[in-house]
């Protein structure tokens, strides 16, 4: 059963355009939502990140989009570079202070120049 | 300069043989993580421990045990490695909400 869902698997865009990752969740009581960058040869590193009480988050060329209703979230990154190639992961967390979060499976983004 | 630390960065062993993978943080992070990553899979917890001698079981606990005498120390054990659990293993730290990962052990059992 898995409870963080990522789309598509993989995805690429060139150089300058807008890349949009997608996420879905079942679980009601999800209530913090990070997205963590990996590089190849790397550990996951917290890349932005959205609370259940907001629509939407932004920092520089990174925005998450939030719908509560639907359970679903969005990651978009405008003016793609070849630097943002990497596997992008959505997780979420219940807020109830346990310090769990579940992943999804990651989106591979590669940025063509 | 906040950090997480493992080692080894690699490590073949036999079927059989036992294994010891090392985390240090420098922190003083409260809650410590071990995870491992496998292709397509994404992350999977295997223990989580919340400080010294106070760990709990994540999703994936069979095959693993733990130990974290030191709050800047957590070890993830396997006793008689098992072929199935070449991975590549993460551990992590965090004060609140946020994980800090560390580099990755790049395990394989053959």
């Known amino acids: 059963q898995q409870q963080v869902r990522q789309s598509p698997q993989s995805l690429t865009v060139w150089e300058g355009e807008t890349a949009i990752l997608n996420c879905s969740y079942e679980?009601?009581?999800?209530?913090?939502f990070p997205w963590y960058q990996q590089f190849p040869g790397e550990g996951p590193a917290l890349l932005i990140a959205i609370r259940s009480v907001s629509d939407k988050k932004e920092d520089g060329r990174f925005t998450i989009f939030f719908n509560k209703r639907e359970k679903k979230l969005s990651l978009h990154i405008t003016d793609s570079q070849p630097g943002d190639s990497a596997t992008y992961f959505c997780a979420a967390n219940p807020g109830a202070n346990t310090g769990k979060l579940t992943f999804g499976h990651g989106t591979i983004l590669r940025v063509h120049p | 300069d906040m950090k997480v630390t493992q080692m080894p960065r690699y490590l073949i062993k036999r079927m059989g043989e036992n294994v010891l993978l090392e985390c240090g943080q420098d922190?003083?992070?409260?809650?410590m993580y071990w995870y491992r990553q496998d292709p397509g899979l994404g992350l999977q917890l295997i223990y989580i421990s919340y400080d010294v001698d106070s760990n709990s079981e994540g999703d994936i606990p069979k095959g693993y045990r733990v130990s974290r005498k030191k709050r800047e120390h957590f070890s993830l054990i396997l006793d008689s490695a098992k072929t199935n659990q070449t991975s590549v293993y993460f551990c992590a730290s965090s004060s609140s909400y946020e994980q800090y990962f560390g580099p990755g052990t790049r395990l394989t059992v053959l």
């Open positions: 679980n009601s009581a999800f209530d913090y």
């Open positions: 922190m003083s992070h409260e809650t």
